[in-house]
């Protein structure tokens, strides 16, 4: 088993080392909403990329669910990849998007409980214990594959056992954020009120977001993720401009790509190129005390990051399907409201084809929108899938993820 995991882990690995130095090009690198020269911010570019809480594999840790796998190796890359992202908007949330990590200075006591949000333990809220366990209620054994769209349902349900972080996960359907559903998801108590150019209720808005009456007395930070569909086989070309304007806008949270069985969390951009970071190492599970601080030197990688063609993928790392799922991080209203300005301006007027739209009511011949609430979860040990035949099999289509 673990001869047939290093064989596949190394195969990875020897793709990626392919593209590790960073090109010197005149072209701006753009890494989650910042943006940096190579020829005078290499070094400042570097620093955020090794600030990013960095997830891979694990190997030796607590049995999940007391007899299932002690490792995630060959089937976790999903679930560590949606790990970085909600890793990513609660680093936003607790220390800003300008906190960077030194080594070699002592860090703030909200960044380690962050870490203990995702150490390899059952009683960590977003463990793979927790995530893997979640995950067979969205028909997931545990030890399988998992999609994008089943680890982004997977992150808003445990979300909502997250008191700390009061974080609200929204998960668009059909290619349509609807600003309705997002306000009874955050439980807010005013309406809001857009103006709507010519055509039907599910238009896209026309001007910004205003709010009729008096403001909400609360907003729970957002964490916003938006499955696309970009293509067929390959993305197509009309989208990538787009695409590549989600990663300029200060509220990214990254993307989530790669194909069946093989997943990258990617971070930027620069010219044709996706800048990601990678889940394919496997490294010892960290055992802490509770509270206490966390040898987090394996929690950041501390290489030059790998990229990849936008278009042009090499075969073993193709789009199986082009779809993307897009993520944005929303610690107040106003982030929100110059969300959607950016969306309108950037994404929508300027696109002939857009990848989604943005609309303000419910559409009316979809189903009534079900606000998440906690789900009663059984699971037991048994659950896990025991054949490494097994791990390299999946029927869910592969999405890109842009959180």
Same mark, same amino acid.
């Given at each position: &088993?673990? #001869?047939?995991?290093?064989?596949?882990?190394?195969?990875?690995?020897?793709?990626?080392?392919?593209?590790?130095?960073?090109?010197?090009?005149?072209?701006?690198? +753009?890494?989650?909403?910042?943006?940096?020269?190579?020829? $005078?911010?290499?070094?400042?570019?570097?620093?955020?990329?090794?600030?990013?809480?960095?997830?891979?594999?694990?190997?030796?840790?607590?049995? %999940?669910?007391?007899?299932?796998?002690?490792?995630?190796?060959?089937?976790?890359?999903?679930?560590?990849?949606?790990?970085?992202?909600?890793?990513?908007?609660?680093?936003?949330?607790?220390?800003?998007?300008? +906190?960077?990590?030194?080594?070699?200075?002592?860090?703030?006591?909200?960044?380690?409980?962050?870490?203990?949000?995702?150490?390899?333990?059952? *009683?960590?809220?977003?463990?793979?214990?927790?995530?893997?366990? &979640?995950?067979? @209620?969205?028909?997931?054994?545990?030890?399988?594959?998992?999609?994008?769209?089943?680890? #982004?349902?997977?992150?808003?349900?445990?979300?909502?056992?997250?008191?700390?972080?009061?974080?609200?996960?929204?998960?668009?359907?059909?290619?349509?954020?609807?600003?309705?559903? %997002?306000?009874?998801?955050?439980?807010?108590?005013?309406?809001?009120?857009?103006?709507?150019?010519?055509?039907?209720?599910?238009?896209?808005?026309?001007?910004?977001?205003?709010?009729?009456?008096?403001?909400?007395?609360? +907003?729970?930070?957002?964490?916003?993720?938006?499955?696309?569909?970009?293509? %067929?086989?390959? %993305?197509?070309?009309?989208?990538?401009?787009?695409?590549?304007?989600?990663?300029?806008?200060?509220?990214?949270?990254?993307?989530?790509?790669?194909?069946?069985?093989?997943?990258?969390?990617?971070? @930027?951009?620069?010219?044709?190129?996706?800048?990601?970071?990678?889940?394919?190492? $496997?490294?010892?599970?960290?055992?802490?005390?509770?509270?206490?601080?966390?040898?987090?030197?394996?929690?950041?990688?501390?290489? $030059?990051?790998?990229?990849?063609?936008?278009?042009?993928?090499?075969?073993?790392?193709?789009?199986?399907?082009?779809? $993307?799922?897009?993520?944005?991080?929303?610690?107040?209203?106003?982030?929100? *409201?110059?969300?959607?300005?950016?969306?309108?301006?950037?994404?929508?007027?300027?696109?002939?084809?857009? &990848?989604?739209?943005?609309?303000?009511?419910?559409?009316?011949?979809?189903?009534?929108?079900?606000?998440?609430?906690?789900?009663?979860?059984?699971?037991?040990?048994?659950?896990?899938?025991?054949?490494?035949?097994?791990?390299?099999?999946?029927?869910?289509?592969?999405?890109?993820?842009?959180?």
């Amino acid at each position: &088993m673990e #001869a047939v995991l290093a064989k596949y882990e190394n195969q990875i690995n020897a793709f990626s080392d392919f593209l590790e130095d960073l090109p010197e090009v005149d072209e701006p690198v +753009w890494i989650l909403g910042a943006c940096y020269d190579l020829k $005078t911010k290499k070094s400042e570019l570097l620093s955020d990329v090794r600030s990013r809480l960095w997830f891979t594999y694990r190997k030796k840790f607590s049995p %999940i669910g007391g007899t299932g796998p002690s490792s995630d190796a060959g089937w976790g890359c999903m679930l560590r990849c949606g790990q970085m992202i909600l890793a990513q908007a609660l680093v936003c949330r607790h220390l800003g998007r300008d +906190w960077r990590w030194d080594p070699e200075k002592r860090q703030p006591k909200e960044y380690h409980r962050i870490l203990h949000c995702f150490l390899d333990k059952k *009683d960590s809220c977003y463990s793979i214990h927790q995530m893997a366990q &979640m995950g067979v @209620g969205e028909g997931k054994s545990v030890g399988e594959w998992y999609g994008p769209n089943t680890v #982004a349902q997977v992150l808003k349900k445990l979300a909502l056992f997250d008191d700390w972080n009061t974080l609200a996960v929204y998960v668009s359907m059909d290619n349509t954020v609807v600003i309705e559903d %997002i306000s009874t998801c955050l439980f807010l108590i005013t309406k809001c009120k857009k103006t709507f150019g010519e055509g039907s209720p599910s238009s896209p808005l026309a001007q910004g977001r205003t709010l009729q009456s008096q403001r909400p007395l609360d +907003w729970r930070p957002l964490l916003l993720v938006i499955p696309l569909r970009m293509g %067929i086989n390959s %993305i197509n070309p009309v989208y990538i401009q787009a695409f590549k304007e989600c990663f300029k806008m200060p509220q990214s949270c990254g993307v989530l790509g790669g194909k069946p069985n093989l997943a990258y969390y990617f971070i @930027g951009f620069i010219d044709d190129e996706l800048i990601y970071l990678d889940p394919h190492t $496997t490294q010892q599970a960290v055992d802490t005390e509770s509270g206490s601080a966390v040898d987090d030197q394996s929690y950041h990688c501390q290489r $030059t990051p790998h990229r990849m063609k936008i278009t042009s993928l090499d075969p073993s790392v193709a789009l199986v399907s082009a779809q $993307t799922t897009s993520g944005f991080f929303c610690k107040s209203e106003e982030d929100f *409201d110059s969300w959607c300005d950016l969306v309108q301006q950037e994404l929508l007027k300027k696109r002939n084809l857009r &990848m989604f739209e943005l609309v303000e009511k419910h559409p009316s011949h979809w189903p009534p929108f079900v606000p998440p609430t906690k789900p009663e979860v059984q699971t037991t040990g048994a659950e896990f899938i025991e054949s490494p035949d097994k791990l390299f099999e999946s029927e869910e289509e592969f999405e890109i993820l842009n959180v």
